[in-house]
T-cell receptor, first 114, second 112 residues
Framework: KAGVTQTPRYLIKTRGQQVTLSCSPISGHRSVSWYQQTPGQGLQFLFE???????NKGNFPGRFSGRQFSNSRSEMNVSTLELGDSALYLCASKTPGGEVTEAFFGQGTRLTVV | TQLLEQSPQFLSIQEGENLTVYCNSS?????LQWYRQEPGEGPVLLVTVVTGGEVKKLKRLTFQFGDARKDSSLHITAAQPGDTGLYLC????????????FGTGTRLKVLA
């Protein structure tokens, strides 16, 4: 069974540009969550999508947006990039709902804004 | 705000020592997971606990879920350099709005 796939693994962008990151969840998982992790920090929750609908949202500015497609693949977009957006962006695919939920992470996309 | 507080935040120990990491909240969790993350990689699921008082063992790692399902601990016996990493707990809150939240993390370094 294939794991969670994130593309690209590494990305360098210039301030002011925009970027799109992609995540393909484990087959059968309809929930995809996105997290930002800066050096030495824990996971900061961005948003969660379930069946193409945003279910939860963290405290990030509107420059951060996402969407989910009918095949459960998800994309995350950051517009007007700032230096502080440099981070490891992680996508997690979750087991289908219920009280026992397990998240399976991709390897992440390392974004560097220069 | 529902939080999962982990302690200690940082831990540096010698190979062979024992350690315990704690994960605490004021909320009740229907299930709780522990993850380990190595630099530049995504977190990897170690274990899931569901029942209050449950104890699970994974080689030298022992996980315990509190009786009230509000806290958990991870104990590592005879730590090895390969145990180095960021340890994260995460839990599901189903009272009210469904939420899956991560703890603040414990960064462990085991010195050879």
């Amino acid at each position: 069974k294939a794991g969670v796939t994130q593309t690209p693994r590494y990305l360098i962008k210039t301030r002011g540009q925009q970027v799109t990151l992609s995540c393909s969840p484990i087959s059968g998982h309809r929930s995809v969550s996105w997290y930002q992790q800066t050096p030495g920090q824990g996971l900061q929750f961005l948003f969660e999508y379930f069946s193409e609908t945003q279910r939860n949202k963290g405290n990030f500015p509107g420059r951060f947006s996402g969407r989910q497609f009918s095949n459960s693949r998800s994309e995350m977009n950051v517009s007007t990039l700032e230096l502080g957006d440099s981070a490891l962006y992680l996508c997690a695919s979750k087991t289908p709902g219920g009280e026992v939920t397990e998240a399976f992470f991709g390897q992440g996309t390392r974004l560097t804004v220069v | 705000t529902q939080l999962l507080e982990q302690s200690p935040q940082f831990l540096s120990i010698q190979e062979g020592e024992n350690l315990t990491v704690y994960c605490n909240s004021s909320s009740v969790f229907s299930s709780l997971q522990w993850y380990r993350q190595e630099p530049g990689e995504g977190p990897v699921l170690l274990v899931t606990v569901v029942t209050g008082g449950e104890v699970k063992k994974l080689k030298r790692l022992t996980f315990q879920f509190g009786d009230a399902r509000k806290d958990s601990s991870l104990h590592i016996t005879a730590a090895q350099p390969g145990d180095t990493g960021l340890y994260l707990c995460a839990g599901v809150i189903t009272s009210g709005t469904y939420k899956y939240i991560f703890g603040t993390g414990t960064r462990l370094k085991v010195l050879a």
